[in-house]
């Protein structure tokens, strides 16, 4: 199973950018269906993006649709989330998680422990 560890967090004003990576140290970004969640204190934990081991398939959250990106870099092996115009809603803790290609969608078996974006106004 992928051991996943993110980076990239950290504090930008509103309309600004950030770009998360999650970094596979053991196994391939390639072998699994992939996804990014974030959380914050008392709110449920939400499904920002996804994108299938083949890359055919993607989904996004649609208060994230048109502002954020997934995608995978095979020289990093990482898979990555480019955020644009940022708001202060989407300060949150975000995590990666990984699935093995064979599970049903929606299903993951490795999970990162996080990294914090936070947005100011």
């Known amino acids: 199973q992928a051991q996943l560890v993110e980076s990239g967090g950290g504090l930008v004003q509103a309309g600004g950018s950030l770009r998360l990576s999650c970094l596979a140290s053991?196994?391939?970004?390639?072998?699994?269906?992939m996804a990014w969640f974030r959380q914050a204190p008392g709110k449920e934990r939400e499904m920002v993006a996804s994108?299938?081991?083949?890359?055919?398939?993607?989904n996004y959250a649609d208060s994230v649709k048109g502002r954020f990106s997934i995608s995978r870099d095979y020289s990093r092996n990482t898979v990555d989330l480019q955020m644009y115009d940022l708001r202060s809603e989407d300060t949150r803790l975000y995590y990666c998680?990984?699935?093995?290609?064979?599970?049903?969608?929606?299903?993951?078996?490795?999970w990162g422990q996080g990294t914090q974006v936070t947005v100011s106004s």
């Open positions: 998680a990984g699935g093995e290609a064979t599970n049903p969608e929606g299903e993951y078996d490795c």
């Open positions: 053991r196994g391939s970004v390639g072998s699994y269906h």
């Open positions: 994108i299938s081991w083949s890359g055919r398939k993607e």
